[in-house]
């Protein structure tokens, strides 16, 4: 059983370009979350999802930054016109069910995106 | 609202001696706690968790973490440290009325000296 996949690992972006981040939870899990690190912090929450829905949002940037879970294929973590502020590493997970502490959560290993 | 404290930002041990890594939590509701290791430029991996079963957990490599409500803490612990062992530690809480979301504490560096 593959675990959570993230492609790409590493990521170099330009300012104001786009990037897009993917993740492929693992097999059988309908909730996906993206985290997100930046240098020597802890992870911080950025969004929520379940297939189709975006389920809490309060972590997410307000501008810019955008996700989606389609019905078929990956997760898309979307940052448009990116800034060096951006550059950290972005770890998604996923669960079988709703968390809510009681389910794992399982981390891909991350891709970080650098901004020149 | 909840929130984790990891006391140290960096502990180092030598090879074969105790381990112990000091969390503190703050939760309105009863917590799941966990304790994560991220090896460098690696993901994350899962050693433990606490979901109101027994105080005393037990996870991956030797590593043993214990709930203590009236103190509430959750620190992280080994008997005998291994070169391995070195990696960034996260003391993580989820709260289970809320849900969804887990928050992280700022991690604490290991290194283990031969």
């Known amino acids: 059983n593959a675990g959570v996949m993230q492609n790409p690992r590493h990521l170099v972006r330009r300012r104001g370009q786009e990037a897009r981040l993917r993740c492929s939870p693992m097999?059988?899990?309908?909730?996906v979350y993206w985290y997100r690190q930046l240098p020597e912090e802890g992870l911080k929450f950025m969004v929520y999802?379940?297939?189709?829905?975006?389920?809490?949002e309060s972590g997410m940037p307000k501008e810019r930054f955008s996700a989606e879970f389609p019905k078929e294929g990956p997760s898309i973590l979307r940052i448009q016109q990116v800034v060096r502020g951006d550059s950290a590493a972005y770890f998604c997970?996923?669960?079988?069910?709703?968390?809510?502490?009681?389910?794992?959560?399982?981390f891909g290993p991350g891709t970080r995106l650098l901004v020149l | 609202a909840q929130s984790v404290t990891q006391l140290d930002s960096h502990v180092s041990v030598s090879e074969g001696t105790p381990v112990l890594l000091r969390c503190n939590y703050s939760?309105?509701?009863?917590?799941?706690l966990f304790w994560y290791v991220q090896h460098p430029n690696k993901g994350l991996q899962l050693l433990l968790k606490?979901?109101?079963?027994?105080?005393l957990v037990k996870g991956i490599n030797g590593f043993e973490a214990e709930f203590k409500k009236s103190e509430t803490s959750f620190h992280l612990t080994k008997p005998s440290a291994h070169m391995s062992d070195a990696a960034e530690y996260f003391c993580?809480?989820?709260?289970?009325?809320?849900?969804?979301?887990?928050?992280f504490g700022k991690g604490t560096t290991l290194s283990v000296s031969s």
């Open positions: 997970a996923s669960s079988p069910s709703l968390a809510g502490g009681q389910e794992t959560q399982y």
């Open positions: 993580v809480v989820s709260d289970t009325q809320a849900g969804t979301a887990l928050i």
């Open positions: 939760s309105s509701y009863s917590p799941s």
């Open positions: 606490y979901t109101s079963a027994a105080t």
């Open positions: 999802l379940q297939k189709e829905n975006i389920i809490d």
């Open positions: 097999k059988g899990h309908s909730h």
